[in-house]
């Protein structure tokens, strides 16, 4: 794999590998509409043997030389067919393809597609990108109105269930017991767990487990016990 980026080339010193990849695509880069260029004459410009070239980048990318002129040449025509500048014909001799019908072969081998496609693929790739942008912010504000609604339910969840047990309590003893006597029914609260795969439940696991807590402490009649003392 060629690294393409190398935008912190002034910030960071290269290695030498990199070093000598950014100068050989910057050597094809000011070559591009020479049609006779390759091989000899990158291996020149770089004070290399053809030999010792085509040794050190196949080691470092796994790629032909030969392959990778006719890569970036092809990418620039990319990149001009975006920009609509000339024709297919013409796009093709400035990037070095001394042929269109050649030009036009090499491209739908890379690409997929013709040249003459370009314009209706990159309307496509826009189209997309913006109904991804789209769908994505909704996405968020649909993503916290979702949170706010599971922490609504769970206290929901947990005001019934704390009214379930007063009822329970209430029926079972017939009249409510006063504090001071000695018959108080103890009820523990067992920590919920988070079965979701969403890690945000557990703080809505924590405060629902809190709120029932804070509502049966509220009845004079029923001790709260720490969940802890239960067998």
């Not at 500048?85 to 796009?91: D, G, H, L, N």
């Not at 007063?166 to 006597?181: H, I, K």
């Not at 988070?194 to 049966?216: G, K, Q, T, V, Y």
């Amino acid at each position: 794999m060629v690294p393409e980026d190398f935008s912190n080339a002034d910030s960071a010193p290269l290695s030498r590998d990199l070093q000598f990849l950014k100068d050989v695509r910057e050597v094809i880069e000011r070559n591009l509409e020479n049609e006779k260029f390759g091989v000899s004459d990158l291996a020149g410009k770089l004070a290399l043997s053809r030999i010792s070239l085509y040794r050190k980048f196949h080691r470092l990318t796994g790629k032909k030389v030969t392959q990778y002129i006719r890569e970036i040449r092809l990418e620039k025509a990319m990149q001009l067919l975006r920009q609509d500048v000339a024709t297919i014909s013409e796009i093709a001799y400035r990037v070095g393809f001394g042929s269109p019908t050649y030009f036009t072969r090499c491209f739908h081998e890379q690409y997929g597609y013709p040249p003459g496609e370009v314009k209706n693929h990159f309307v496509e790739e826009e189209t997309a990108e913006g109904k991804d942008q789209e769908k994505f912010s909704p996405g968020e504000a649909q993503s916290g109105n979702n949170r706010y609604f599971r922490y609504g339910l769970f206290v929901l969840t947990g005001a019934a269930l704390v009214f379930t047990v007063l009822f329970y309590f209430m029926r079972w003893s017939g009249e409510t017991v006063p504090a001071d006597t000695h018959e108080l029914k103890s009820v523990a609260v067992l920590p919920f767990r988070n079965d979701s795969a969403d890690p945000d439940n557990n703080f809505f696991c924590s405060n629902l487990e809190e709120e029932i807590l804070n509502r049966l402490q509220k009845v004079s009649s029923i001790l709260v016990r720490p969940h802890q003392s239960m067998d």
